[in-house]
């Protein structure tokens, strides 16, 4: 660094980020207030830690046996028999992911190499009802409410990609944030859900078809383009 009388010179507008060892604080590339953010590669072998800033939310804990495969931004996890991740949630956290007079967006960066099948994303059945789901279903994205809806081709969980699910009262919305295709869905706001949230497993069984967890994240609001495409390299990079 040039200094002049022990001062730092810039030449012109240029500020160096690190003086004397400090800098600035660094921004972090989510949003505030999200409720959780579950990457492979921070699995520790009991649990994934929550990267979302600010959150109480908890962690995404193993039962039975996940098997963490590779490492940083392509690390995934995979399961063992009839293993899954989980987290029970409190009344409140229910309540808001079932999002009756709420809105509740997931990002979702997940994939079923297998052909056929079906296999929980986002499950809360195995503690009591099922309304909704959102699953893995012969490689798409379905929504189940008290019947599966496939999202179409655009949706397709053999392509490694983040997908926006956007829940809120009874309207379902789907997105796909490589080509922004949509698919929309109107369903009751009848919503019998169990406390414990799930991912492998959607609650019967062999329904077990999910093949590769990467990353998951969730919000209790609408979110912007802006924070979809910060929140979708953010899964990605798995933050590395």
Do not use: W
Not at 52 to 57: E, G, L, Q
Not at 85 to 107: G, Q
Not at 117 to 143: A, H, K, P
Not at 179 to 201: P, Q, V
């Amino acid at each position: 660094m040039i200094t002049l009388n022990n001062r730092p010179v810039y030449v012109g507008n240029y500020k160096p980020l690190v003086i004397n060892g400090t800098g600035p604080t660094p921004v972090n590339p989510l949003p505030s207030d999200m409720d959780f953010v579950y990457l492979a590669n921070n699995f520790d072998g009991t649990k994934i830690p929550n990267s979302a800033p600010n959150s109480t939310f908890g962690d995404y804990l193993q039962y039975g046996t996940i098997v963490k495969n590779g490492s940083g931004n392509s690390c995934y996890l995979s399961r063992s028999g009839t293993s899954y991740l989980y987290k029970d949630l409190t009344s409140t956290e229910l309540n808001n992911i079932k999002a009756i007079n709420n809105t509740y967006t997931f990002f979702i960066r997940m994939m079923q190499d297998v052909s056929y099948g079906t296999g929980g994303i986002m499950s809360c059945r195995l503690n009591g009802g099922y309304v909704y789901m959102i699953r893995c279903e012969s490689q798409q994205l379905q929504i189940h409410t008290t019947g599966g809806y496939n999202c179409g081709s655009d949706f397709m969980l053999n392509v490694d990609r983040v997908y926006k699910v956007q829940v809120s009262g009874a309207y379902f919305q789907a997105k796909n944030l490589d080509n922004n295709a949509i698919y929309n869905l109107n369903f009751s706001t009848d919503r019998s859900m169990g406390n414990r949230m799930t991912s492998f497993h959607a609650g019967y069984s062999g329904e077990l078809a999910l093949d590769r967890f990467y990353a998951f994240a969730g919000i209790p609001r609408a979110t912007t383009a802006e924070e979809d495409e910060q929140i979708k390299s953010y899964l990605l990079s798995q933050g590395t």
